[in-house]
T-cell receptor, first 114, second 108 residues
Framework: SAVISQKPSRDICQRGTSLTIQCQVD?????MFWYRQQPGQSLTLIAT?????????ESGFVIDKFPISRPNLTFSTLTVSNMSPEDSSIYLC???????????FGQGTRLTVV | AQRVTQPEKLLSVFKGAPVELKCNYS??????LFWYVQYSRQRLQLLLR??SRESIKGFTADLNKGETSFHLKKPFAQEEDSAMYYC??????????FGTGTRLKVLA
């Protein structure tokens, strides 16, 4: 199993500012994933972060808006840039899955942009 | 298009009643299907996966490729089953596609 610490757990931010969310894993993992969950919606994958390479973004998400760092095998950050109220969501960090293990999730960051 | 559909946002049942949470999927290959659960104030966690074919907390789910469904069932609901349930599909790239979730409320 993997234990994921994600912070902050929540924040209220002014529009036009940026917020960096941190994700720390208690073991080394190859792939880390960042999801967004907008109110009443499903979890949507933003990007996959592999150590030593650029993050891979899903359709509809771009690096300028959601820059990701992956400096080592246990840590990643997601920045939500130039925020607008539409960015108000829960952001989740995840590790796994692969063919043999399940996915493990952080507790999420609840972001409100005012 | 790859998609997971959970038609019910909310399902309320009485304690002891059977439960069925519906999940249908659209995928061109052979996906792996999962159910994840989020209890109040807890993080999302795996409930079961179709490959393991096991029963967890009394829940079972059978993959029906003909109907492209993976419904979650439990014969007798308990109050502690109240939670948010997400059906998820994993294709060949280790990425999940989640349904919109069903909130299960088990009434005393």
């Amino acid at each position: 199993s993997a234990v994921i610490s994600q912070k902050p757990s929540r924040d209220i931010c002014q529009r036009g500012t940026s917020l960096t969310i941190q994700c720390q894993v208690d073991s080394q993992v190859t792939m880390m994933f960042w999801y967004r969950q907008q109110p009443g919606q499903s979890l949507t994958l933003i990007a996959t972060a592999n150590q030593g390479s650029e993050a891979t973004y899903e359709s509809g998400f771009v690096i300028d808006k959601f820059p990701i760092s992956r400096p080592n095998l246990t840590f990643s950050t997601l920045t939500v840039s130039n925020m607008s109220p539409e960015d108000s969501s829960i952001y989740l960090c995840s590790v796994g899955p692969d063919r043999n293990t399940e996915a493990f999730f952080g507790q999420g960051t609840r972001l409100t942009v005012v | 298009a790859q998609r997971v559909t959970q038609p019910e946002k909310l399902l309320s049942v009485f304690k002891g009643a059977p439960v069925e949470l519906k999940c249908n999927y659209s995928y061109s290959g052979s996906p792996e299907l999962f159910w994840y659960v989020q209890y109040s104030r807890q993080r999302l966690q795996l409930l079961l996966r179709h490959i393991s074919r096991e029963s967890i907390k009394g829940f079972t789910a059978d993959l029906n490729k003909g109907e492209t469904s993976f419904h979650l069932k439990k014969p007798f609901a308990q109050e502690e089953d109240s939670a948010m349930y997400y059906c998820a599909l994993m294709g060949g790239t280790y990425k999940y596609i989640f349904g919109t979730g069903t909130r299960l409320k088990v009434l005393a």
